[in-house]
DNA sequence: CTCAAGACTTAATCTACTTTAAGCGCATTT
DNA sequence: AAATGCGCTTAAAGTAGATTAAGTCTTGAG
C-alpha cells in the first residue's frame, strides 16, 4: 500500500476523511525515505513537522546534562510524533527523533497543519483523539514506573507491544523502561 | 467572579467562545461544591464528567494490588480533569479522583461534551490543545523521574509550583515525586 | 573480506530509596 | 476536654537497581 492510501486508512479508525479533505491533506504533506540511525530533530532545533510513521520505526528521547539518553516514545507503523512543545511554543527542542530502522514517513508542517485546523475542523477531532490516546499511555507508563518493578514492567512492556520486542535491541528497551541495558540483562536471565 | 465566568475566561487562554457557544456551554454544564476528602470517581466506576476546577484542589491517583496510591495530578483553579480513558471507552475506571481542598467544580457529562464537540468544532480545537499540555507536562514528569534523583524533582517540583505547595501535605506531595513520605522528610531535613 | 563499532552478558561494588517502627504535634470530631 | 486520627520526623536495616569493568558476539560499512 502507498503511504499516504495507509494514511488515510488510518484516520478510518477515527472520523474518516471525505474526498475534500483527503486532498487538501495530500496537498500538504511530504514523503521522506530515511535510513536509520538518522536524527530527523535535534535538541536545540526547533520542531517543525509533525511526523506520520507509514514504514519502520522511531524514537523520541531526551538527554540529560552527561549526554546520557532516556526513551519517550517508540512509534511504528500508523504512529504520529512530534515534539509537541517545540512545535508549539516555537522555542529550541528539548527532545530527539531518531530512525531506529529504515524509514518512510509523511511530515505535515506546522503552518500546513494549522491551515488543515482552521479550514477543516475534522482534523482538530482527529489530533484530540490521538493525542488523548498518547497521553492514556503515558499516564500508563508514569504509573507503572511509580508502582512496578523492573521486571514488571518488562513483561507488561513484552505484552503490550509484543512486536515491537521483535525489532528493538535491548539496549532500547532498557531505556525505555528506566534502567540500564545491564540490569535488563540480569532480569532477563533471572527469568528462566 | 462566578464559577461559569471563570470557566469563560479561561478559554480566552486559546479560541475565546462567542455568545452562542458561551450558551451552549452554560446549559450542559453543572456546578458542584465539594467539602475536602471526597472521591468524585471511584476505581472501578466509569467516568461520565469532564470536570473543571473553579476553587480548591483535587487529585487523580491510581493504586497498586496493595492499595498503595500514585498521585497521577493536581488539579486547582482553572485545570480540566477526567479520566480519559474510562470517559472513552466507558470501561470501568483504573483511577481515582478526590478533592483535597473544599471545592467547586464544573462538570460536563459525557453526552454533552460530544454534543459540542459535533455543533461546534471551536470545543475539539480547545480541548486538543488543554491535552496538548496536559500531554507535554506528563512527559516532562517521566523525563524527570528517570533522569533525575528525587532530591532535584522535589527542587523542580518547588520551581514549577510554588503555590501548589503551600497547599499540599508532603505526603501528597511525596506520591506525586515517586518516593515515600519518609524519605521526603530526610531529604528536606538535609538540604538546610 | 575485513574491521571497527555496536550489542549482550556477567560479576563485584556501591547507593538511592524503601520498609518498618516508634514518637510527637496538631487539627477535627465528640 | 478528651479522644481520635492525620501528618511529620528520625533512625535502623534491607533491597532494587546503578556503576564500573572486562569480555564475547554480531553487524554493517568500506
Known amino acids: 500500500m502507498l503511504p499516504f492510501e495507509y494514511l ?3 484516520f478510518e479508525k477515527y472520523l474518516p476523511l471525505d474526498g475534500t479533505e483527503q486532498e487538501a491533506l495530500r496537498n500538504r504533506i511530504v514523503e521522506r525515505r530515511i535510513k536509520r540511525r538518522t536524527c530527523i530533530l535535534h535538541q536545540g532545533d526547533v520542531c517543525k513537522h509533525y511526523t506520520f510513521v507509514a514504514e519502520g520505526c522511531l524514537k523520541m528521547y531526551g538527554a540529560d546534562a552527561a549526554g546520557k539518553e532516556y526513551n519517550l516514545l517508540f512509534a511504528a507503523e500508523g504512529d504520529w510524533l512530534a515534539d509537541i512543545d517545540s512545535l508549539h511554543s516555537e522555542r529550541p527542542a528539548q527532545l530527539f527523533i531518531e530512525t531506529i530502522e529504515p524509514s518512510v514517513v509523511l511530515q505535515i508542517a506546522k503552518a500546513d497543519l ?3 485546523f482552521t479550514h477543516y475542523p475534522k482534523f482538530d477531532r482527529n489530533f484530540r483523539v490521538i493525542v488523548e490516546e498518547q497521553y ?3 499516564q500508563y507508563r508514569l504509573f507503572q514506573t ?4 523492573a521486571l514488571e514492567r518488562y513483561e507488561l512492556f513484552l505484552a503490550r507491544h509484543p512486536k515491537l520486542i521483535q525489532r528493538l535491541p535491548n539496549t532500547q528497551i532498557a531505556s525505555y523502561l528506566g534502567i540500564t541495558p545491564e540490569f535488563l540483562s540480569k532480569i532477563k536471565s533471572e527469568k528462566r
Do not use: G, H, R
Not at 511509580?146 to 518493578?149: A, G
Open 8 to 10: 488515510v486508512q488510518q
Open 136 to 138: 492514556i499511555e503515558l
Open 146 to 149: 511509580f508502582s512496578t518493578t
Open 114 to 116: 494549522w491551515d488543515l
